[in-house]
């Protein structure tokens, strides 16, 4: 079975095989309406997306803007490689802020007040622990593709990953092309329909789906195999569902596989959450789409390839300058190269003479080197930098809160539109697979919460870090002779003591829960 699509083929998720009736041809084409409907909304934006594949990063332009299968995308606009370098390490910089595999990225902790007990402590150390163990695993194929997803994040402004549930690793995660996929908004402007349009072999198809295929793809998978097959497949929210019903089309969001030349319903399931994650680098408000850091740049880099090819121009005319040569006195074809010989007649004063080429390159260098500049800034070099080995703490504390300052908008959406749909649809797999301790009695449903180890999260727990610390020295001379004031009936020191582990990331099972504590004190004090 083809790991695509697992995730409607689950114990939770599992397909129901449809006759092609009127009922399900009226899905179908209701679905193909909305298709072309989401199309025609984004045609718009696909010439921008084929520029900055073409200007910055040709791969990624993909055969579904014009390539054949197979086809190599051209590089011929491409002169200089400061643009696609410079898009690498803003990628690589967001793997290691946001999901770095050698350090634990998340950590789940309870809600203020929220039940706390050691049974619950194990629980969360346990789902931690498993989580961060499926996102390193290389079955899962995680840190494989989310480079990629960070690539067309900083590129288009867009990127699809789609997590689905696997027999063999419990969970796939792949990055899906942008070319692929229709996105639609809900009102709270966070994406909840995805379409994506992809195609199978014949032969795929018909090992997917038997006898669901139409009957002219069943006929074209036993006399051309290799031959393609468009497929829809649609996720959106389902309305018209009975929310009791354990059966997979009363899910939250619908399942469709549709063949997209015949209108036939391959097959019809539902998701308990939307697999796809559609994170956005920044957007305008109504538009599905975001744009990137490489739009931005767009004008920069155009005029860096140009300006590349014009100073490769000059400095081939300089090594090897246009000829001025007489129309007679040379006999037989001149011969500029090493070591060519070029005959005259005997007596002739003409001579072959170079036309004089002056061009500049040292300023044509300069300007060069400007407009690397500039698009090394907008892809936030500055920003990811490291810190030089000779600064103090504080200056390094310093500098870190004024880059994350400028990264924190960026970053907080990551988290709420990819990070946090991420970990609760793995979550929630795991869970419903029964590869996770069963659910605490005496911890009610939603009391949990994703903590980032992101540098954004960190400066804001070493400013409040420094808060609480600067607030204990400046009362420290008010203390002195055992506190004649009085004044620390005004703190709460448990709540100080658990705040300070929380800011300093401790696991919560290093702390004891209040009980325990309280229990504690009381066998002390008798």
Known sequence: MSAQHNA????????????????????????????????????????????????????????????????????????????AHSLELLASGLGGLLTNPALPWFDLRLHKGSPDSDEVRAFLGHCRER???????????????????????????????????????????????????????????MVDTVIRTYSLTARQALQQWGRACSLDVQKLAL????????????????????????????????????????GVVLEESGYHELPYMCPRWAKVSGEAYGRGPALTALSDVRVLNAMSRTALMAAEKMSDPPLMVPDDGFLGPI???????????????????????RVDLGS????????????????????????????????????????????????????????????????????????????????????LRVDYATPVAQAQRQAEAENLAQAVRYLQPLLAGGDPFRILDNFEPDAMARHAATLFGLPPEYLRPKETVEALRLARKE
């Not at 055969?63 to 490689?81: H, K, T």
């Not at 005997?346 to 072959?352: E, K, L, P």
Request: glycine share 8%.
């Open 223 to 262: 006399e051309s195999p290799e031959a393609r097959v468009n497929i829809v497949h649609a996720a959106f929210p389902r309305l018209d569902r009975d929310p009791g019903s354990p059966g997979s089309i009363h899910f939250p969001f619908a399942c469709f596989f549709i063949e997209q030349d015949s």
């Open 335 to 357: 011969h500029s190269g090493p070591g060519g010989l070029s005959y005259y007649r005997a007596g002739s004063q003409d001579r072959i003479e170079a036309l004089p080429v």
């Open 364 to 447: 044509i260098e300069v300007m060069i080197e400007r407009r690397r500049q500039s698009i090394r800034r907008i892809f936030l070099a500055d920003q990811l930098a490291p810190e030089a080995v000779n600064s103090t703490a504080t200056e390094a504390l310093i500098r870190q809160g004024e880059k994350m300052r400028i990264l924190g908008p960026v970053l907080g959406r990551l988290q709420t539109e990819f990070l946090a749909p991420l970990i609760e649809r793995a979550f929630n797999i795991l869970l419903r697979e029964g590869e996770l301790p069963p659910w605490p009695k005496t911890l009610p449903q939603g009391s």
């Open 131 to 189: 989580l961060l163990a499926l996102f390193n695993t290389e079955a899962t194929g995680f840190q494989a593709c989310v480079h990629e997803l960070y690539l067309d994040l900083c590129l288009f402004g867009t990127a699809v990953l789609y997590v689905e549930p696997d027999p063999d690793s419990l969970v796939r995660f792949s990055a899906r092309p942008l070319s692929e996929v229709h996105l639609a908004e809900d009102a709270r402007g």
């Open 8 to 83: 409607c083929m689950s114990a939770q998720e599992g397909g129901k095989r449809l006759d092609t009736d009127n009922d399900s041809r009226q899905k179908a084409q209701a679905v193909l309406d909305r298709l072309a409907a989401l199309r025609a909304a984004r045609d718009h934006w696909t010439p921008a997306w084929r520029e900055l594949a073409a200007q910055i990063m040709p791969r990624k332009g993909g055969q579904a803007y014009g390539l054949s299968q197979g086809a190599r995308p051209g590089d011929e606009a491409v002169f200089d490689s400061t643009p």
